[in-house]
């Protein structure tokens, strides 16, 4: 039987596309973001090692759970949601993977969308407070996380499981310390803006600001994809 695992080519080819796609946007610049990316990077190489190279998660799970949820050593197996929820239909297809497209996407997208509008603040020196910038304070953050939510629905395996909430933790502390920063340079617009703006999940209620007129920059994003939300 093909199980579908130790194909470790998959394994780095998957890990650096997606690395090299959160690096492009992070330009990682002292030792707290290389300690993020180095986080983001982690999770990444873990997942995609189970995914392809050596199941470590479903090996385990096949000896306590195997003949009660009918897991097995195969690729498709990985699939554990399905399995769980006794998806009897290809993996690929079910709730929890369709889902796991949306999150993936949207992640990628808004890491996207977030970067044109803090280049373009950056260039006037100013808050970035539009596009994405309108809803979240720290949308490249958010685009993140929902990342790895996507491949959590994906392809859960125990080390990133135990990873995510270390991440979510990480990247919280990092978006307080540039908050801090970021208000010692904008003063009231930055006060007026997060007021209005939530951290990392939308409000319904929220209502765009008009871009202010700021002073040089600092950071104020450099979350897990941008260089900074203003500029120097």
Do not use: C
Request: aromatic share 16%; charged share 15%; proline share 7%.
């Amino acid at each position: 039987m093909d199980y579908g695992y130790g194909l470790w080519a998959l394994v780095i080819i998957n890990s650096v596309i997606f690395i090299a796609f959160a690096a492009s946007f992070f330009h990682p610049a002292n030792r707290r973001d290389w300690k993020a990316m180095g986080a983001f990077s982690a999770f990444i190489v873990a997942l995609f090692t189970e995914m392809y190279g050596f199941p470590l998660t479903i090996y385990l799970l096949t000896g306590v759970f195997g003949s009660r949820f009918g897991v097995d050593l195969t690729h498709n197996g990985g699939h554990l949601w399905a399995d769980l929820i006794g998806w009897k239909g290809d993996p690929h297809f079910s709730p929890f993977h369709l889902a796991s497209y949306f999150f993936i996407a949207g992640g990628l997208y808004l890491i996207y969308k977030a970067w044109k509008v803090l280049w373009a603040a950056a260039g006037r020196r100013e808050l970035a407070v539009t596009g994405p910038y309108a809803y979240v304070r720290h949308p490249q953050y958010a685009g993140f996380l929902a990342v790895m939510v996507g491949f959590l629905l994906q392809w859960p395996t125990l080390p990133t499981l135990v990873m995510f909430p270390v991440l979510v933790v990480i990247y919280r502390r990092l978006s307080i310390s540039e908050e801090r920063a970021v208000r010692d340079t904008f003063g009231p617009a930055w006060d007026a803006y997060a007021a209005v703006t939530p951290r990392f999940v939308p409000s319904r209620h929220r209502r765009p600001l008009t871009p202010p007129s700021s002073p040089p920059a600092a950071v104020q994003d450099r979350g897990a994809g941008g260089s900074s939300k203003t500029a120097a």
